[in-house]
């Protein structure tokens, strides 16, 4: 066809699997979403098609080969998001690397992955406190542990505390079998997973030992100063109003919290009892604390995941 264009791009340095993904469906999935035809041939990756559809994958495909020249894993979902990003007018941001993180001894870059996930990193790094709201799979609890690490290996804050409401509605450990511990591990172990994925096991347990990282229930703060620290509260939108209140008055010199939660996965018995509802009211305008929204668009769990998110919330809205 005479309208039809080929363009060549350098993918020199890449390593191929990083770029095309498993069964090529990184480059499947570009062509599928641009309307052009993608093959990659040794260090070059060609785009051809209608000159409107090349001029929109070209710097789709040019995000996402700088994205595998950092190394990171790439998969369909993150092409799906990049082109979402061209048609926004955000892609740029999606691989400057200003909010990329770079942890001792992991292979990979942490970076966010979508632009609010960007928007969210940012206000971590700027705001003394943070309120993540959004559904599962936006990254809301995994980017917050990541800048609790990073702070704490660049010597920012000397301890990291990671907590949660223990049990839905109310934290009832005494009906559950085993020791404390065994009693708490279960919904704690989210956090413990996050962090393992970020430092090798036996560090993990070393810091626990020491103290130097804290995973406890949301309960366990009360009577505490919690300072020179980087804190974490996860599932807030189980934490009622009164354990909300005891944990934001724990803060002292030098530290920061990251508060995090879904609304629409409120398990209190009465969901006006949330604190997360309540501090979304009353604390909003204060300087030093920030809010961030995440939504469906941010999900970087499989497809699907956003699928369902959105599924649940239209039959929500009736």
């Known amino acids: 066809m005479s309208s039809e264009i080929a363009r060549r791009l350098s993918a020199e340095g890449i390593d191929p699997l990083t770029l095309a993904g498993v069964n090529d469906g990184n480059l499947v999935e570009l062509a599928k979403r641009t309307g052009v035809r993608v093959s990659l041939r040794g260090d070059v990756l060609s785009l051809t098609g209608p000159a409107d559809a090349v001029e929109r994958a070209t710097p789709v495909a040019q995000a996402l080969m700088d994205l595998a020249r950092m190394g990171d894993l790439l998969e369909p979902g993150d092409v799906a998001r990049l082109v979402a990003d061209a048609d926004r007018g955000t892609l740029s941001a999606a691989v400057d690397g200003a909010h990329n993180i770079i942890l001792p001894g992991l292979r990979r870059v942490i970076q966010p992955k979508t632009a609010?996930?960007?928007?969210y990193l940012?206000?971590?790094?700027?705001?003394?406190?943070?309120?993540?709201?959004?559904?599962a799979g936006t990254?809301?609890?995994?980017?917050?542990?990541?800048?609790?690490?990073?702070a704490l290996a660049r010597k920012r804050v000397r301890r990291i505390v990671l907590a949660r409401p223990a049990v839905e509605a109310g934290e009832s450990l005494g009906f559950l079998?085993?020791?404390l511990q065994e009693k708490v591990d279960p919904y704690l172990r989210p956090l413990y997973d996050a962090l393992e994925d970020m430092m090798p096991r036996d560090r993990v347990q070393k810091a626990i030992e020491t103290r130097t990282i804290e995973i406890a229930p949301l309960a366990y703060m009360r009577g505490r100063t919690l300072a020179d620290a980087f804190v974490i509260l996860d599932e807030a939108q189980n934490a009622t109003g009164m354990q909300m209140k005891m944990f934001l008055t724990r803060?002292?010199?030098?530290?920061?919290?990251?508060i995090t939660g879904d609304k629409t996965q409120i398990d209190l018995q009465n969901r006006e009892d949330s604190g997360l509802l309540q501090i979304e009211r009353i604390?909003?305008?204060?300087?030093?604390?920030?809010f961030c929204y995440l939504d469906e668009?941010?999900?970087?769990?499989?497809?699907?995941?956003?699928?369902?998110?959105?599924a649940y919330a239209e039959d929500a809205q009736g």
């Open 116 to 119: 609010g996930q960007r928007t």
């Open 122 to 135: 940012e206000s971590i790094a700027q705001s003394e406190i943070v309120v993540g709201i959004g559904p």
């Open 139 to 150: 990254g809301k609890t995994y980017l917050a542990v990541a800048a609790a690490v990073d």
């Open 177 to 179: 079998p085993g020791d």
């Open 251 to 258: 803060l002292g010199v030098n530290s920061r919290a990251v």
């Open 283 to 290: 604390l909003p305008g204060i300087e030093g604390i920030g």
């Open 297 to 310: 668009s941010d999900v970087v769990r499989h497809r699907l995941v956003r699928a369902i998110i959105r």
